[in-house]
């Protein structure tokens, strides 16, 4: 090992010059606040503080226990203490033997990140992912995504004994995770509702209109329902399409999804117009009865039962 200075392991030079610029780098001019940002990130900043400072001999007893690791504790840089691991999506050293921003936790590798949507000349940087992505139902009949989310909350809520109880999403009745929309129309037009189902076994999705006892389309050749797949994974999803529609069709239709845990159902209007009917009552009349979508509309989005 070459040393610049007697007694001084050479990358202590390094960081006697860096350091300065590295905290001029680090501190925005206009900002009296030190850096804030995930406590991980100062860790490795402070570690760049302290390094050429040699470990020295391990004294467990002076390590400060590190509180409320979600992805569980890894030794420090000294391989002397513990501290907390970092948690899926959080940056790693891709070389273990560098330890700027630390070990990922149980269940988690070090992974480059060459995503598709990286600027130009942007490096990949490397983080924390979990080695599975088979989702599975905990002992608190909730469904997690894999098994990294699941001991995640395992560890921020300890006196819950969270386990797994089963590989695979937790049995459940159909949720419906899109529901069909309210919808006026004139006469002539093509309408459809949309249903978007989330459920383990799979479900299944029929369609009634209120008043009718059949399942649709019946035999009636302007009603079509279509079913697909998707578009997550445990999701069906299905859609009522009525062409040219006529004042007959006016009602409330329901798509009512099933498996063996049992059904729900969600019921969407449909109210056809003439264009007379249409002149006459105007816009403003339907705006006020909440039928004319907003300007913006938000997609209604439901974080289904996936932790
Ligand atoms: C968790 O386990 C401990 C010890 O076995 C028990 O005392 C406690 O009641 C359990 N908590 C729950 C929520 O089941
Ligand atoms: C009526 O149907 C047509 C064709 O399906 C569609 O383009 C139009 O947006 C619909 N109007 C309303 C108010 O939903
Ligand atoms: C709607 O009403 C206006 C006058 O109130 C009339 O000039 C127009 O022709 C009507 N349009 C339709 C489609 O009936």
Redesign the pocket.
């Given at each position: 090992m070459s040393r610049v200075h007697p007694g001084l392991p050479a990358n202590h030079a390094t960081a006697a010059w860096a350091l300065p610029l590295l905290l001029l780098l680090l501190l925005p001019p206009t900002s009296a606040r030190p850096s804030a940002g995930p406590g991980y990130l100062r860790r490795g900043w402070l570690r760049l503080l302290t390094e050429g400072e040699d470990c020295g001999p391990c004294r467990p007893e002076l390590c400060a226990a590190p509180r409320g690791c979600l992805a569980g504790q890894v030794r420090d840089a000294c391989d002397c203490c513990w501290e907390c691991a970092n948690l899926e999506g959080q940056l790693c050293d891709l070389d273990p033997s560098t330890r700027f921003y630390g070990r990922c936790g149980e269940q988690l590798e070090c992974r480059l990140d060459a995503g598709d949507d990286l600027h130009r000349g942007e490096v990949p940087e490397p983080w924390c992912a979990c080695r599975s992505q088979s989702p599975l139902c905990g002992s608190d009949g909730r469904t997690y995504a894999q098994i990294c989310r699941l001991q995640e909350a395992a560890r921020a809520r300890p006196d819950a004994n969270l386990t797994v109880a089963h590989p695979g999403p937790c049995e459940s009745e159909p949720k419906i995770v899109s529901q069909p929309r309210d919808?006026?129309?004139?006469t002539g037009?093509?309408?459809?509702f949309g249903c978007e189902v989330f459920a383990y076994p799979m479900a299944s999705i029929e369609w009634k209109k209120d008043g009718w006892d059949v399942q649709l389309p019946g035999d009636d050749p302007h009603i079509s329902v279509q079913f697909r797949g998707g578009p997550q994974r445990f999701e069906v999803t299905g859609w009522l399409q009525i062409q040219a529609v006529r004042s007959s069709d006016e009602g409330t239709y329901r798509c009512i999804a099933r498996n063996a845990l049992g059904w729900v159902e969600a019921p969407a209007s449909l109210l056809v117009l003439t264009p007379d009917q249409l002149n006459s009552t105007g816009i403003p009349r339907?705006k006020s009865l909440n039928?004319?979508?907003e300007e913006a509309e938000n997609e209604e989005s439901y974080d289904y039962d996936f932790y």
């Open positions: 919808i006026w129309n004139v037009q093509d309408v459809i339907l039928l004319v979508p």
